[in-house]
């Protein structure tokens, strides 16, 4: 019973790696343009303007209904000895009819606690996403419908495959923090774009999801395994590192009239009239997210 004890400890397992994947790197920039204008008197407008790739509905993580997913069955044959062993001498024999039998109800027994933990990983992933089943053939005109009930979000229309065509625009003021994209009942989603104001008049831009680096990270090996216990035997599904990575391509240009202390741009400030900028080109040479330290008053 070693090999069933193993299948169901997995099972365990592959549920908590699921949920450490999907808080990871699941939505992800593709060709996009995005700025930021950023005014002394505290007042911000922040735009996206391109793709999104939520990875839950490529086709690459696709599966079979909870349950349904066919069991290899080479691999489960590859967990039992073929035969029998004397239990004095340890030489191989015949297995007897009774140990034949034993052997078929353990066999079905793991077939069973395979399709639980399929079926339990499945529901725990649909939860995670707020409802959205990525395996519903309306999932993406769904997910796009909810996220253009929130503000900012003027335009989501679902292309297939799990890309997105989004144009998000937003003005407020920076006394509070914000950080893009924000999903409702998503909140584990981390952000392309992150603003925080400080108590000393100075704003912290951090944008960690415009860079190679988000891409790399979605590849970790939970987030491969995440993949694999979706159903899809190569997760990349002939896609490698460098086909993924191409995927990102777009810029992140700031403007502001304030004081620029600090930024991580190869060419530094750019003035235009009264105002500087920062431009930053993203794509899979573009190792580093874009920071920069700007004061305001």
Not at 149 to 159: H, K, M
Not at 170 to 185: K, L, N
Not at 200 to 220: D, E
Request: net charge negative; aromatic share 10%; hydrophobic share 40%.
């Amino acid at each position: 019973m070693a090999f069933f004890r193993n299948a169901r400890h997995f099972g365990i397992v592959a549920l908590t790696v699921a949920s450490l994947a999907l808080s990871s790197c699941i939505l992800l920039p593709g060709k996009f343009a995005s700025t930021l204008d950023l005014r002394s008197d505290g007042t911000f407008t922040f735009t996206y303007d391109g793709q999104m790739l939520f990875l839950p509905m490529s086709e690459e993580f696709a599966s079979e209904e909870p349950g349904d997913t066919p069991v290899d069955e080479a691999a489960i044959e590859a967990g039992w000895e073929p035969s029998c062993f004397d239990e004095e001498t340890y030489e191989q024999r015949d297995c007897t009819e009774e140990e034949k039998a034993e052997r078929i109800r353990q066999d079905e027994e793991l077939r069973a606690e395979i399709a639980r933990s399929e079926k339990e990983r499945n529901e725990q992933m649909i939860r995670l996403l707020a409802g959205i089943d990525p395996k519903d053939p309306e999932a993406g005109n769904k997910f796009a419908a909810q996220l253009e009930r929130q503000a900012g979000w003027e335009s989501v229309v679902y292309r297939g495959n799990g890309v997105f065509d989004v144009k998000y625009r937003i003005t407020s003021r920076i006394d509070h923090d914000f950080a893009f994209p924000s999903i409702e009942g998503m909140n584990f989603i981390p952000p392309f774009v992150q603003i925080n104001r400080r108590d000393s008049g100075a704003v912290r831009i951090n944008a960690p999801g415009y860079s190679a680096q988000a891409i790399t990270n979605g590849l970790s090996p939970a987030f491969l395994l995440f993949g694999q216990s979706m159903g899809a035997s190569d997760p990349m599904a002939g896609k490698g590192d460098d086909d993924m990575m191409q995927f990102i391509d777009g810029s992140f240009v700031v403007t502001t009239d304030g004081e620029i202390l600090a930024n991580n741009t190869d060419e530094g400030p750019v003035a235009r009239g009264s105002d500087k900028s920062l431009e930053w080109k993203i794509n899979s040479h573009a190792s580093q997210a874009p920071t920069a330290l700007i004061r305001i008053r």
